[in-house]
């Protein structure tokens, strides 16, 4: 009976340690913390917040209103492109008008009543067209998801019209957008380094050697070129950059490349980093700083509301090799 007893006290004390052991692990394990967890897995078709400025544009405008012969660059606003879109659209003032001139932007941000755009969707403004689209393409599902559409556009402008970094724009003069970031060995820009696994939203792969980091803006109402700040941050933790070293980003010989959504465009400002005290498969982040003449206010792309799609777009990992 003693024996016994013995026995299974050392079961208790060994289950007891194991769990106590688990609870050490598991409390001291860095990868515990979400914050530092590596981007998510983008190699799939990704499903865009339907409350984003991305979904609008990819299941509305760029395949309901960007019709041959309509908005298709032949005038405004343009939808071509997400960011044409966003730039013809938010805070730009209308050609067309009511009677009563109720109207001074196609996209008013928090202001439904005051967008152009909502009351062409849904009531007919006499000297014009017509209700919107006028015209569909054949992917277009407007007919089916009609209402559901309106009403997210009205809920993204109630919203304040977010752009597609998740910010709200301060003023009718928009914010400088990044559209594009590139990575080359240092003094190399005819070979951009590889993304993991190939795929376009997942990190870029850089050696333990200088790096130079390219990007591509678009602006409104100022040429990148004339841009008087520009900065670059690294953190390795995805949301805290407050002590984020940083590099001053140089206006250079546009290099050609494309943007995160496959058009071609000109990478104007680079930055050289290196990061040779690093071990294999670490996760860098980065965001940019960029100001604007007419404006003066700093836009930090990305920032804590932007998807994580576009952060892992903007994050880099050491080689393992």
């Known amino acids: 009976m ?3 007893t013995t026995f299974l006290l050392l079961i ?4 007891a340690w194991s769990c106590k052991k688990d609870e050490e692990i598991t409390s001291t394990n860095p990868y515990n913390n979400p914050a530092l967890w590596p981007p998510p897995d983008t190699t799939t078709d990704p499903s865009l917040d339907s409350s984003s400025f991305q979904f609008l544009y990819h299941n509305v405008f760029s395949i309901t209103c960007a019709n041959s012969g309509c908005h298709d660059g032949n005038f405004p606003p343009d939808f071509r492109t997400i960011y044409s879109s966003y730039n013809t659209l938010v805070n730009h003032p209308v050609i067309q008008n009511d009677a009563q001139q109720s109207f001074n932007y196609r996209v008013e941000p928090f202001d439904v009543e005051k967008s152009l755009i909502y009351t062409r969707l849904t009531t007919f403004m006499p000297n014009t067209s017509g209700i919107m689209p006028l015209s569909l393409e054949p992917e277009s599902d407007w007919p ?3 209402d559901t559409y309106i009403q997210l556009i009205k809920e993204w402008i109630e919203a304040g019209a977010p752009d ?3 910010q709200v724009p301060g003023s009718p003069n928009l914010n400088p957008q990044v559209v594009g970031i590139m990575v080359f060995n240092s003094g190399n820009t005819t070979n951009p380094l590889p993304r993991e696994d190939n795929k376009s939203t997942k990190p870029v792969i850089i050696p333990k050697q200088a790096i130079d980091v390219w990007l591509a803006f678009s602006d409104d109402q100022t040429p990148p070129s004339s841009f008087p700040f520009t900065q670059l941050k690294s953190s390795r ?3 805290d ?12 010989s546009p290099v050609q490349g494309l943007d995160f959504w496959g058009q071609t465009v000109n ?3 680079k930055a050289t980093l290196n990061f040779p005290n690093d071990t294999s498969n670490t996760f860098i982040y980065l965001r940019s700083y960029v100001q604007e003449i007419v404006q003066g206010d700093t836009s930090e792309a990305p ?6 799609i576009m952060r892992s777009y903007f994050t880099l990992k050491i080689d393992s090799l």
Do not use: C, I, P, W
């Not at 950059?241 to 250079?252: D, G, L, P």
């Not at 920032?303 to 994580?308: A, E, P, R």
């Open 2 to 4: 003693r024996k016994a």
């Open 303 to 308: 920032n804590d509301g932007t998807s994580d």
């Open 164 to 166: 597609t970094y998740g």
């Open 241 to 252: 950059f407050s002590m984020a070293e940083q590099f001053t980003m140089s206006s250079s």
């Open 144 to 146: 089916d998801n009609k």
């Open 12 to 15: 208790v004390l060994a289950t």
């Open 267 to 269: 990478y104007t400002h």
């Open 237 to 239: 933790n995805l949301f």
